[in-house]
């Protein structure tokens, strides 16, 4: 009997929810119904990871290119982040679920930024998976911000441009405690990054599936690091 495959376990992975709206129509439902479950799947995508071992998961809940969606879609997605902690914040209790924010706050609502800041300050202490979530989240906006606020240290004379680092960079990344990406999941069979942790990406492996985001379950993970173990993860070096 062959024996069973011995699966790697990635530190850090990240997901791209998408398909939700698509989900939605395939069912005879609008597309705020697809953004509902795919609110909801993400709780049972993170207690299915930290059961797997997974250390750090990243969802891509709401892009900085996603305001040029309809006006009532965004407005109701701008309601997720109060329906989020209502329904999810006793589980996370539960279970030791760490909640960070990665993105923008300035267009967020006063009460959005308040239930981020108090999810972010609760769990602030907790030791279990770290689900960070990326709302108002785009890559180059992340970067520039990181430029900027170097700029602005040179500026002042506390730092010189000869001392600016990939290390440096990444202290001023939304990002800077956690470690690099891993695996970069995508659900709905688009092939694209959509500006997305464009930098904690660089040497993760990426994985494709067809199935929706309210559809993806702890199998779907499952088969994806399955995936990712049988990659030949050689960060552009050649093994002897």
Not at 104 to 127: F, G, H, L, V, Y
Not at 205 to 232: C, G, H, I, M, Q
């Amino acid at each position: 009997m062959k024996p069973k495959q011995v699966i790697t376990i990635p530190a850090h992975v990240a997901i791209i929810l998408d398909g939700n709206g698509r989900w939605a129509k395939r069912r005879g439902m609008p597309r705020t119904f697809g953004h509902q479950r795919g609110v909801e799947n993400i709780k049972t995508v993170t207690l299915a990871a930290q059961e797997l071992g997974i250390k750090v998961l990243s969802v891509y809940a709401f892009s900085t290119e996603n305001w040029n969606r309809p006006k009532a879609e965004v407005d109701y997605l701008m309601t997720l982040p109060k329906e989020f902690e209502e329904k999810f914040s006793s589980d996370f209790e539960k279970y030791n679920v760490k909640v960070m924010f990665s993105g923008r706050k300035t267009k967020m609502s006063e009460e959005n930024r308040e239930i981020m800041e108090r999810m972010t300050r609760d769990t602030a202490m907790r030791t279990g998976i770290i689900l960070n979530i990326c709302f108002d989240y785009g890559s180059k906006e992340e970067i520039t911000q990181s430029v900027q606020q170097i700029a602005a240290l040179i500026e002042k004379s506390e730092l010189t441009s000869s001392e600016i680092t990939p290390e440096l960079i990444e202290s001023h990344l939304y990002t800077k405690d956690l470690p690099p990406v891993d695996l970069m999941i995508r659900p709905s069979g688009e092939q694209r990054l959509s500006n997305f942790l464009l930098w904690q990406l660089a040497y993760a492996e990426l994985y494709f599936t067809p199935v929706f985001w309210p559809a993806f379950s702890k199998k779907d993970l499952e088969k994806a690091l399955e995936a990712f173990t049988n990659r030949d993860r050689r960060y552009g070096a050649i093994k002897g």
